[in-house]
């Protein structure tokens, strides 16, 4: 069974620029998570998708960041316009809904250098 | 410990030897608890859980204690292998009701075992 796959694994984009991350979550899992991680920092929330639906949203840093997840599969998580302190690594997870200690399976990642 | 700035707390022990790492979690009504472990290049993966009502749980070689008093959650590995060379992340779940979401992470600690 594949896991969570995320692309591009590496982006490198000029601040000021757009870029958009996607995630392919393990087919079936209605959870879809991002978390990202500056340099330095701990790993943080971003926001919760239950299916297509926004769950929670409360770790977004700002309105330059839009996540989407069109249909209940992929998501998508743009950054624009990307500004120097938007680098880390992003990262996806998803779980299945409706089970107790469901564990959430995490992607590799994207590392976003903002230059 | 608490990390500074870029510098992760590490751990370095024998192999063979048993590790134990240690996490302070922030929020009293944190009521699940994760524990992870990061390879390089990889995202986060699920190594053990732990519930509140719950104050010791144990795995294939991991053993996670939770000390409720002092918001204190440990994670031991015994017979340390090479293999487990890696950056453990506690994470506690505030949000606790059927799964993973909105977890809160711990800095990490960067466990590194001698042959």
């Known amino acids: 069974e594949a896991g969570v796959t995320q692309f591009p694994s590496h982006s490198v984009i000029e601040k000021g620029q757009t870029v958009t991350l996607r995630c392919d979550p393990i087919s079936g899992h209605d959870n879809l998570y991002w978390y990202r991680r500056v340099m330095g920092k701990e790993i943080k929330f971003l926001l919760h998708?239950?299916?297509?639906?926004?769950?929670?949203e409360s770790g977004m840093p700002n309105n330059r960041f839009l996540a989407e997840r069109t249909g209940g599969t992929y998501s998508t998580l743009k950054v624009q316009p990307a500004e120097l302190e938007d680098s880390g690594v992003y990262f996806c997870?998803?779980?299945?809904?409706?089970?107790?200690?469901?564990?959430?399976?995490f992607g590799q990642g994207t590392r976003l250098t903002v230059v | 410990g608490e990390s500074v700035g870029l510098h992760l707390p590490t751990l370095s022990v024998q192999e063979g030897d048993n590790s134990i790492i240690n996490c302070a979690y922030s929020n009293s009504a944190s009521d699940y608890f994760i524990w992870y472990k990061q390879e390089s290049g990889k995202g986060p993966q699920f190594i053990i859980d732990i519930r509140s009502n719950m104050d010791k749980r144990q795995g294939q070689r991991v053993t996670v204690l939770l000390n409720k008093t002092v918001k204190h959650l440990s994670l031991q590995i015994a017979a340390t292998q090479p293999g487990d060379s890696a950056v453990y992340f506690c994470?506690?779940?505030?949000?606790?009701?059927?799964?993973?979401?909105?977890?809160?992470f711990g800095k990490g600690t960067k466990l590194s075992v001698k042959p």
């Open positions: 994470a506690e779940n505030p949000n606790y009701g059927g799964s993973q979401g909105n977890l809160i």
């Open positions: 997870a998803s779980s299945l809904r409706g089970t107790h200690n469901t564990e959430a399976f």
């Open positions: 998708f239950v299916k297509e639906s926004k769950q929670d």
